[in-house]
T-cell receptor, first 114, second 118 residues
Framework: KNQVEQSPQSLIILEGKNCTLQ??????????LRWYKQDTGRGPVSLTI?????NTKSNGRYTATLDADTKQSSLHITASQLSDSASYIC?????????????FGGGTRVLVKP | EPEVTQTPSHQVTQMGQEVILRCVPI?????FYWYRQILGQKVEFLVS????????KSEIFDDQFSVERPDGSNFTLKIRSTKLEDSAMYFC????????????????FGPGTRLTVL
């Protein structure tokens, strides 16, 4: 069964500090891995997308890594800001002929405190 | 920048009633999706739709659910007889295609409709 597991479930950090979120997946076939940011009551917004051959990708203060051999990914937030408070969701895409399918992790809820 | 829109933002209904959730995908996209997120739980795939037919559906998407693209812009999710456990956020998404390139298979999500079944 395709699964995406994230840790920790929640995290509190002080403004300006860094943090790293983890994602492990067992999804087949694997096409790409995305990290989404989801504000409370809103739809997910894509932060990064990485294919099998990409090890790292950055989007501003967000840096994602991917180890396709161990099926692990991480999202690093640098110099956190209050606006970074949100859920961060790891999502793996499987491509099939009739359409693609996203498998979502449970998310890590990040709270940035002043 | 084009975006996926959904209406209404919040729908309250009585158990057993029919509801229709509406979505306007990004205009040049060809693939459409519905997801749901029960409060505090993961986002779950419901159904994908292409070329006016369902291309894939999950076990959640039973006979109580149906989707339609009635005119060329709207994409709807109908729940025929709502149950208490249907209470959730429902997200619509669209993508240009499903190719290998990440730009073609990126899914863009709408803001969601919060469905409350009483």
């Amino acid at each position: 069964k395709n699964q995406v597991e994230q840790s920790p479930q929640s995290l509190i950090i002080l403004e300006g500090k860094n943090c790293t979120l983890q994602c492990n997946y067992t999804v087949s076939p694997f096409s790409n891995l995305r990290w989404y940011k989801q504000d409370t009551g809103r739809g997910p917004v894509s932060l990064t997308i990485m294919t099998f051959s990409e090890n790292t990708k950055s989007n501003g203060r967000y840096t994602a890594t991917l180890d396709a051999d161990t099926k692990q990914s991480s999202l690093h937030i640098t110099a956190s800001q209050l606006s970074d408070s949100a859920s961060y969701i790891c999502v793996v895409l499987s491509i099939k002929a009739a359409g693609n399918k996203l498998t979502f992790g449970g998310g890590t809820r990040v709270l940035v405190k002043p | 920048e084009p975006e996926v829109t959904q209406t209404p933002s919040h729908q309250v209904t009585q158990m057993g009633q029919e509801v229709i959730l509406r979505c306007v995908p990004i205009s040049n996209h060809l693939y459409f999706y519905w997801y749901r997120q029960i409060l505090g739980q993961k986002v779950e795939f419901l159904v994908s739709f292409y070329n006016n037919e369902i291309s894939e559906k999950s076990e959640i998407f039973d006979d109580q659910f149906s989707v339609e693209r009635p005119d060329g812009s709207n994409f709807t999710l109908k729940i025929r007889s709502t149950k208490l456990e249907d209470s959730a956020m429902y997200f619509c998404a669209s993508s240009p295609g499903t190719g290998i390139g990440t730009s073609t298979n990126e899914q863009f999500f709408g803001p969601g409709t919060r469905l409350t079944v009483l």
